[in-house]
């Protein structure tokens, strides 16, 4: 049974009571936090208001509460508080008397503590209605004794919350459920989150589907740093539920690649038992996993990096869908591109995939970026021409390509060509997505160059991603117009 805690931390008993009845809407049960109160107040109006199970929570600034509180202060709130469905007491603080509607917990906000199995058995000696013990990931392959945890407390016939806090243990809040916890918390709002790495609600639900995650379902993820604020999550998890596919497509924040291939990936030696599937690989990723699979697509070898990898029974399998999904907008519209002239701006890895493409296309090639260092061990690489990127006019080429940050993030203002260096250009290409109108497209737009967005790419990449995972293809309008939605278009 897949549970929902919202919980709610309002410095006011009036705020407490709003935010408890919109929080009644999205979670299952909701959670109040006594302690971000900065006067204590009668809680009866406000449980009256609530139509869903209450959790009682007075924790102390040192176990992440938002209070100073000695221990005096804590036993006198509990033997005075409102009875609730629970209440979650620190383990520092045991009742005195009933434990029936008690969730005994243990928070860590540093770390995954060496002594965590004692812990758990500290906590299991009580007979606490819900053992309850919250780490934080460092990296993601801390959501291995979180899930342990789970199953032991199954095995054990006790009812538990494990998770790991901080973007590295999305994992632990997204499958916790499915794999016995009592609960996972989420957020109310986007700014409202009680603990690091806490998601909405409404995101638990409607982006990764949680109530429909069972121990059957195909898990999928992107793999990268950071990876927090990626579409690919949207697109994915909206093709899966388009195509009745029961599967999950999560971001996975991973620092240590070796570690995380070796203890949560690889079939022979992972320690997790779960149905993972599929891998995506982004930035800094792409080239470091290489070593850490069994076989490698030739052309992924020939680009020097992976962004999809395939987990068939023992073996792990790398391709790169960025290529084809790099050239597939093109060859919908250039019937052929054979003797383009194109500018190929930037030498990383997104202007590797393009080069590789474009050469397979036989067009002429230009590579221009600001370090005419990388420009040349690029060109080089796969003999092409190459420039330091200048404020000439690209008027000698047919198609221009923007594989540079220039345009999103703290760049999101600038542009690497105005509307007149873009005179007589035919079509510019912006690999950024976000945002979908670029200030390089607007200039192309100016100039009266066709077009084509860097999402048209993204999901191209992730079409072919999908095929390769589930044997069936996705539907692209589903992808795109998830992804387009969750770029705020
Ligand atoms: P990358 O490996 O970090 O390479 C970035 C390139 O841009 C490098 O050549 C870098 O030059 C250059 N650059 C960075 N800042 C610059 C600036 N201010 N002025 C001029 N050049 C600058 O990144 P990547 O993976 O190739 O990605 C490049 C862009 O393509 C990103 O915006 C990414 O989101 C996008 N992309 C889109 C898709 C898609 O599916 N649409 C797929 C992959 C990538 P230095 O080496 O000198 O820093």
Not at 176 to 191: I, K, M, N, Q, V
């Amino acid at each position: 049974m897949t549970r929902v805690c919202v919980p709610v931390c309002e410095k006011t008993i009036e705020a407490l009571e709003t935010a408890a009845v919109r929080a009644s809407e999205s979670g299952d049960i909701i959670e109040l936090r006594i302690d971000c109160l900065t006067r204590l107040e009668d809680l009866q109006n406000v449980l009256s208001r609530v139509s869903r199970p209450v959790i009682l929570t007075f924790r102390p600034r040192e176990q992440g509460g938002h209070r100073d509180l000695d221990h005096q202060a804590r036993q006198l709130f509990w033997k005075t508080a409102p009875r609730t469905d629970w209440w979650d007491v620190e383990s520092d603080l045991a009742p005195e008397t009933d434990w029936s509607h008690v969730i005994i917990s243990h928070h860590d906000f540093a770390g995954v503590p060496e002594e965590l199995t004692q812990i758990y058995e500290r906590l299991a000696a009580t007979p606490a209605a819900v053992l309850k013990i919250a780490v934080c990931a460092n990296d993601i392959v801390d959501c291995i004794p979180v899930f342990r945890l789970l199953d032991r407390a199954r095995a054990e016939g006790r009812d538990a919350i494990a998770v790991a806090m901080g973007n590295a243990g999305l994992a632990t809040r997204v499958l916790g459920p499915s794999r016995g916890a009592f609960l996972t918390y989420a957020a109310l709002d986007e700014d409202s989150g009680t603990a690091p790495g806490q998601i909405t609600a409404q995101k638990l639900r409607s982006l990764y589907h949680i109530d429909q995650i069972d121990r059957e379902t195909m898990i999928c993820g992107l793999v990268g740093l950071p990876v927090m604020h990626s579409v690919s999550p949207h697109m994915h998890n909206a093709a899966f539920r388009n195509a009745s596919i029961n599967g999950v497509y999560l971001p996975l924040e991973v620092r240590d690649v070796q570690s995380f291939f070796k203890r949560m990936v690889h079939p022979v030696t992972r320690e997790l038992d779960w149905k993972l599937r599929g891998l995506s690989v982004t930035a800094p990723h792409k080239s470091a996993v290489l070593e850490f699979l069994d076989w490698i697509e030739a052309d992924a070898k020939e680009i020097g990096a992976v962004n999809t990898i395939v987990i068939d029974n023992d073996r792990l399998s790398g391709f790169n869908t960025d290529a084809a999904g790099f050239i597939a907008p093109l060859l919908d519209r250039f019937e052929s591109l054979a003797g383009l002239r194109v500018a190929v701006i930037g030498a990383g890895g997104a202007a590797r995939a393009a080069v590789w493409a474009l050469l397979k296309q036989n067009a002429t090639i230009t590579i221009l970026a600001r370090d005419i260092e990388k420009a040349r061990a690029l060109g080089r690489t796969f003999d092409v021409s190459y420039e330091a990127l200048s404020s000439k006019s690209f008027t000698d080429y047919d198609l221009v390509i923007n594989a540079t940050p220039l345009g999103s993030g703290e760049l999101i203002d600038q542009t690497p060509a105005t509307a007149e260096q873009l005179a007589g250009v035919r079509c510019v290409y912006d690999l950024v997505y976000n945002p979908m109108d670029t200030p390089l497209l607007k200039e192309a737009c100016k100039a009266g160059c066709t077009t084509i967005r860097g999402l048209e790419m993204l999901v191209a990449q992730a079409r072919i991603q999908f095929e390769l995972w589930t044997g069936k293809p996705p539907s692209v309008q589903v992808m795109y117009d998830s992804a387009a939605d969750a770029l705020g278009a």
